[in-house]
């Protein structure tokens, strides 16, 4: 198959402004359940192959919280939602209404929080992607794991073929009540079938 990352600037163009639908609907929902101003951009968009993603997160050896759901229905694969620690802690504040700076650790409501957060962004990027697309998309129960990035990508989880190993990647920022942004990345992991049906959709743009 041609390779994805020979897209042109308008076709990446496209596929951000779809991930920036999905970021606006996540802000509304996440600002609605929290009480909170919350604005969430994309400042960028990647297409890489599994392996080289780690070079897109930056520190290998870093500890992350990391929500991982499949994506079902015309569409297949997996979703993968990067926090790193301190980021999360502070969604879970957030979440939760306490003082930023308050988490400490992620105990049962913790890693709850963190699927919701998991459910609510991966959900909304999922729904932008099945209306650009005209497909139905549906996203299943969330689960965490917090460990270094590098054993995140690598577990078996995300073991992918050689048939299915491209990966897009969209660094996300949050700011919340106009303070500084946090950052985390959404990855798209999509199967081969489903991952011809978006290049062939981008390419049409």
Do not use: W
């Amino acid at each position: 198959m041609e390779d994805v990352r020979d897209l042109k600037a308008l076709q990446l163009d496209a596929l951000k402004e779809v991930a920036n639908i999905g970021a606006g609907h996540a802000a509304t929902a996440l600002s609605q359940l929290t009480n909170r101003r919350i604005m969430i951009s994309v400042p960028e968009i990647n297409i890489a192959r599994l392996e080289e993603v780690p070079e897109l997160l930056g520190n290998a050896g870093e500890v992350v919280a990391a929500v991982l759901m499949h994506m079902l229905g015309d569409l297949t694969g997996r979703t993968l939602l990067l926090f790193p620690e301190a980021v999360g802690r502070k969604v879970c504040d957030m979440l939760l209404r306490r003082p930023l700076g308050t988490t400490s650790v992620f105990d049962v409501l913790e890693q709850s929080c963190l699927k919701e957060a998991g459910n609510i962004l991966s959900g909304a990027y999922m729904n932008a992607l099945s209306d650009f697309m005209g497909m139905l998309l549906l996203p299943s129960v969330p689960s965490l794991v917090v460990d270094v990035s590098a054993a995140v990508l690598t577990t078996t989880y995300l073991n992918f073929g050689h048939e299915r190993d491209f990966v897009f990647c969209v660094e996300t920022e949050f700011h919340i009540d106009s303070a500084e942004g946090l950052r985390g990345h959404f990855l798209l992991l999509p199967d081969l079938a489903s991952l011809k049906a978006i290049f062939d959709a981008i390419r049409l743009t």
